[in-house]
């Protein structure tokens, strides 16, 4: 069977190309894939070549195909999965496997047949072995693409804990009922937390979402309004800290003089040294951002780690049980992973999004794998509609959900854009 997918070469040499995959095994899965969601491991994987950890290092004469967080449908099943997955079923991989012995392997980084930047795949039996071929439902496919991210944000949540002082069992999560301050936090990632945080299983009682660019805080607002999270009793706000002396106004917004928990969005020095000066009794100080430098370092007050018992805690993804619970949440509306999309195009976008991925603004880059478009921001849609009938009819939808992407904006698009074997003919 012949397929249609981005394939990494070699060091920034990706190829949109077609080949054979090779014969279906019983202990493979067919697939093809609808959506996928850029990610900048992608793009650091790219840069990086066989030079990555997880790419091969015969990567030039069997190149992988690119893409970790994807969903699709399952097409056949070989023998040995038979009784567990059926054809028809949509599907999303957790791309972690750990598999035993090549711990670093992964979708999307390793494999000559899976990755989410492809029209059809061959599952390799190490992902169901590992038990990392998820089956889930919804109304669309784009927020099963981005259940690892959610996931991501899950296990960051689980990563928090706490103690009493004089015991010494840690308590998993965030303080329920809490004050918990998510800084930097009205960025896509950010919105993805606030998400969690009102809908989720463990939910604070005071939240405190900060940034530096008010129309950014705005634009959160609009999303999650304060009036909404009252209605969940939770006390929502929104501050600006580009003001002089934000620890202090932001400290009395708190009952007690300080944070339970403080997450940190972006890898900024002086953001980590405000987290710590924001955490109370037993604050919980968590890092979640990915930074670039192996030499990042901040100041924290290690008098207030000793006598104050404040800790420090970071992740880097979530975990099958984490993204399962994404797919969960998602499929019974109570997670939307819209607010972190800015961008949509097609299979023939990918290799200069992910290129160039450093220098675009905005959050997610969605991509479905089976039209052909160019990547295109939301907030564009109108302006470009204007001489262009398919995006006009696209921003109509967008405006429809507060600007958002949505499983309306979604089939419209698969309904009505070229396919991207069309354009290749």
Request: glycine share 10%; net charge negative; aromatic share 6%.
């Given at each position: 069977m012949k397929t249609l997918a981005v394939r990494l070469h070699g060091v920034n040499d990706l190829r949109m190309e077609a080949f054979d995959l090779p014969a279906l095994q019983d202990d493979q899965i067919l697939a093809d894939i609808t959506s996928n969601s850029i990610c900048m491991s992608s793009h650091k994987a790219a840069a990086q070549g066989a030079g990555h950890k997880r790419?091969?290092?015969?990567?030039?004469?069997?190149?992988?195909?690119?893409?970790?967080?994807?969903?699709?449908?399952?097409?056949?099943?070989?023998?040995?999965?038979?009784?567990?997955?059926?054809?028809?079923?949509?599907?999303?991989?957790?791309?972690?496997?750990?598999?035993?012995?090549?711990?670093?392997?992964?979708?999307?980084?390793?494999?000559?047949?899976?990755?989410?930047?492809?029209?059809?795949?061959?599952?390799?039996?190490e992902v169901m072995e590992r038990d990392c071929l998820l089956t889930c439902e919804g109304d669309s496919f784009f927020k099963a693409s981005l259940s690892e991210p959610v996931s991501c944000i899950i296990g960051a949540f689980k990563t928090s804990f706490h103690f009493e002082q004089g015991q010494y069992d840690h308590v998993s999560g965030i303080v329920e009922g809490g004050a918990l301050a998510i800084l930097a936090g009205a960025g896509p990632m950010g919105l993805g937390a606030i998400d969690y945080a009102l809908h989720g299983p463990n939910r604070p009682g005071l939240l405190v979402v900060t940034d530096i660019d008010q129309a950014r805080l705005d634009r959160a607002a609009s999303i999650f309004s304060p009036e909404h999270a009252k209605e969940l009793g939770i006390d929502l706000r929104y501050v600006d800290t580009s003001a002089p002396d934000a620890v202090t106004m932001l400290k009395a917004l708190t009952p007690t003089?300080?944070?339970?928990?403080?997450?940190?969005?972006?890898?900024?020095?002086?953001?980590?040294?405000?987290?710590?000066?924001?955490?109370?009794?037993?604050?919980?100080?968590?890092?979640?951002?990915?930074?670039?430098?192996?030499?990042?370092?901040?100041?924290?007050?290690?008098?207030?780690?000793?006598?104050?018992?404040?800790?420090?805690?970071?992740?880097?993804?979530?975990?099958?049980?984490?993204?399962?619970?994404?797919?969960?949440?998602?499929?019974?509306?109570?997670?939307?992973?819209?607010?972190?999309?800015t961008h949509v195009g097609g299979l023939d976008a990918v290799v200069p999004t992910v290129l160039d991925l450093p220098t675009i603004p905005g959050g997610k880059k969605l991509v479905y794998t089976g039209i052909a478009m160019p990547l295109t921001a939301l907030d564009d849609l109108v302006e470009l509609g204007k001489d262009n009938a398919l995006l006009a009819g696209l921003a109509g939808i967008v405006a429809d959900h507060n600007g958002l992407w949505s499983a309306d904006a979604e089939a419209y698009l698969l309904a009505n854009a070229p396919t991207i074997e069309s354009t290749l003919e």
């Amino acid at each position: 069977m012949k397929t249609l997918a981005v394939r990494l070469h070699g060091v920034n040499d990706l190829r949109m190309e077609a080949f054979d995959l090779p014969a279906l095994q019983d202990d493979q899965i067919l697939a093809d894939i609808t959506s996928n969601s850029i990610c900048m491991s992608s793009h650091k994987a790219a840069a990086q070549g066989a030079g990555h950890k997880r790419v091969p290092d015969d990567v030039a004469d069997n190149p992988i195909i690119l893409g970790h967080e994807f969903c699709g449908t399952i097409k056949q099943v070989g023998a040995k999965w038979a009784d567990q997955f059926q054809p028809g079923q949509r599907y999303s991989v957790q791309p972690a496997l750990n598999y035993p012995g090549r711990e670093h392997e992964a979708p999307g980084y390793s494999f000559q047949t899976l990755g989410g930047n492809a029209r059809s795949v061959i599952i390799p039996s190490e992902v169901m072995e590992r038990d990392c071929l998820l089956t889930c439902e919804g109304d669309s496919f784009f927020k099963a693409s981005l259940s690892e991210p959610v996931s991501c944000i899950i296990g960051a949540f689980k990563t928090s804990f706490h103690f009493e002082q004089g015991q010494y069992d840690h308590v998993s999560g965030i303080v329920e009922g809490g004050a918990l301050a998510i800084l930097a936090g009205a960025g896509p990632m950010g919105l993805g937390a606030i998400d969690y945080a009102l809908h989720g299983p463990n939910r604070p009682g005071l939240l405190v979402v900060t940034d530096i660019d008010q129309a950014r805080l705005d634009r959160a607002a609009s999303i999650f309004s304060p009036e909404h999270a009252k209605e969940l009793g939770i006390d929502l706000r929104y501050v600006d800290t580009s003001a002089p002396d934000a620890v202090t106004m932001l400290k009395a917004l708190t009952p007690t003089g300080g944070y339970d928990d403080v997450m940190v969005f972006a890898p900024v020095a002086p953001l980590i040294t405000q987290a710590s000066q924001l955490l109370g009794l037993n604050g919980c100080l968590n890092f979640f951002a990915g930074p670039s430098k192996t030499d990042f370092d901040a100041t924290i007050n290690f008098y207030d780690v000793h006598y104050m018992g404040h800790h420090i805690v970071g992740s880097s993804g979530g975990n099958t049980e984490d993204m399962r619970e994404a797919l969960e949440l998602m499929g019974q509306g109570v997670l939307n992973p819209a607010v972190m999309i800015t961008h949509v195009g097609g299979l023939d976008a990918v290799v200069p999004t992910v290129l160039d991925l450093p220098t675009i603004p905005g959050g997610k880059k969605l991509v479905y794998t089976g039209i052909a478009m160019p990547l295109t921001a939301l907030d564009d849609l109108v302006e470009l509609g204007k001489d262009n009938a398919l995006l006009a009819g696209l921003a109509g939808i967008v405006a429809d959900h507060n600007g958002l992407w949505s499983a309306d904006a979604e089939a419209y698009l698969l309904a009505n854009a070229p396919t991207i074997e069309s354009t290749l003919e």
